[in-house]
C-alpha cells in the first residue's frame, strides 16, 4: 500500500463520516398533538395511524428531510398542558379561540375549512326552520368541543345546564342518540357527517342536515415558542403540499375545504395587566 493512500485513507474515512452523519443530525424532530377528533384523529392513544393527521405527517415527512414529524397521543382536555409542558411541540388542526388565548404560541393558517352542522330526525312536517332555535331541545354534543352556539364555552355543566346536552366522545353514540330519539339535535363535523353516510348509506333518507352552520373551522396550526421548527418553516412547508397537490388528495374526499391562506407566522401572546 502506498503511503499517499495510507495518508489520503484516514481524510476519506472523516469525509465519509461527516456525509453519512449529517443528514440525521441535521433532522429536528417535531411533536405534533394527536388528540381524538374525528375524521382528522382517531383514537390516537390505541396506536392506530388512522385520520387525516397522520396522512398529513405522511406527507410532510416525505416532502422534506430537515424535520421528522412525529404523532403524540394527546386528548382534548389534555392538549393545553402537553403544550405548555412541551410534552408536543406544535397543535395541528386548531383555532385560536378555542381555549388557547391565554397561551404563548405561533398561528400557522393551513388553509383548510370544514363546519359544524346540525343534524335531527326526518319528519314528514319538519323543516330547516326546526334549527332555527335551540330552546327546548336535548342535544347531543361532543365532550370538549367548543361551540359558537355556547359562546366557546366547553364546560359540561355549563353545557348540560343550560343547553339540555348530552356529552359524549363518538359523533357516531350522538347521530344514534338522534335517530332513536333520545336527542333531538346533534352537531357534527361536516367531515364526518360526509363520511358517516358513506358508512351508512340506509340512515340518509332518516336524517335532516341544517343548512345552518354552527361555526366554519378555519383550521390552524398553533406552534409554541421553543419548538424546534417555525410558523414561517411550517406554512412554507403546508404550501409545499399544496404545489404538490397533496393537501387536495388529502382533504378534499372529506369536503374540506382547500382555500387560500393568510401570511404565515402570526404570534399571539396572551395579553398581561399592567
Known amino acids: 500500500m502506498s503511503s499517499s493512500f495510507r495518508t489520503a485513507s484516514p481524510l476519506l474515512l472523516a469525509i465519509l463520516s461527516v456525509l453519512w452523519v449529517s443528514p440525521s443530525l441535521a433532522t429536528q424532530e417535531v411533536r405534533v398533538g394527536a388528540a381524538h377528533f374525528p375524521p382528522y384523529t382517531v383514537r390516537p392513544e390505541s396506536g392506530a395511524d388512522t385520520g387525516l393527521l397522520p ?7 416525505a416532502l422534506q428531510t430537515d424535520y421528522k414529524f412525529v404523532l403524540v397521543p394527546t386528548s382534548i382536555p389534555r392538549r393545553f398542558g402537553d403544550f405548555k409542558q412541551a410534552r408536543v411541540d406544535m397543535a395541528i388542526f386548531e383555532n385560536p379561540d378555542w381555549g388557547w388565548k391565554d397561551i404563548p404560541h405561533t398561528n400557522v393558517d393551513m388553509g383548510l375549512e370544514d363546519a359544524e352542522i346540525f343534524v335531527a330526525q ?38 348540560a345546564q343550560n343547553f339540555n346536552a348530552t356529552l359524549t366522545y363518538s359523533h357516531d ?18 367531515s364526518y357527517l360526509f363520511d358517516y353516510l358513506l358508512r351508512n348509506e340506509k ?9 345552518r352552520t354552527d361555526q366554519i373551522y378555519h383550521h390552524y396550526a398553533l406552534i409554541r415558542p421553543q419548538a424546534p421548527i417555525t410558523g414561517e418553516a411550517f406554512g412554507k412547508l403546508l404550501q409545499g403540499l399544496r404545489d404538490n397537490g397533496q393537501m387536495l388528495k388529502i382533504f378534499d374526499p372529506y369536503k374540506i375545504a382547500v382555500v387560500p391562506v393568510s401570511a404565515p407566522g402570526t404570534a399571539s401572546v396572551p395579553q398581561v395587566a399592567k
Not at 323543516?127 to 332555527?132: K, P, S
Not at 336535548?138 to 352556539?149: D, Q, V, W
Not at 340512515?203 to 343548512?211: D, F, K, P, R, Y
Open 173 to 190: 353514540s350522538n347521530l344514534l342518540m338522534v335517530l332513536r330519539g333520545r336527542a333531538d339535535i346533534a352537531l357534527v363535523t361536516r
Open 122 to 159: 326526518q319528519e314528514p312536517d319538519r323543516q330547516q326552520n326546526y334549527f332555527d332555535d335551540l330552546k327546548g331541545k336535548r342535544l347531543a354534543l361532543f365532550s370538549g368541543y367548543h361551540y359558537e352556539f355556547a359562546n366557546f364555552n366547553a364546560d359540561p355543566k355549563f353545557l
Open 55 to 61: 396522512e398529513l405527517v405522511d406527507a410532510l415527512n
Open 203 to 211: 340512515v340518509a333518507g332518516q336524517l335532516l342536515v341544517s343548512q
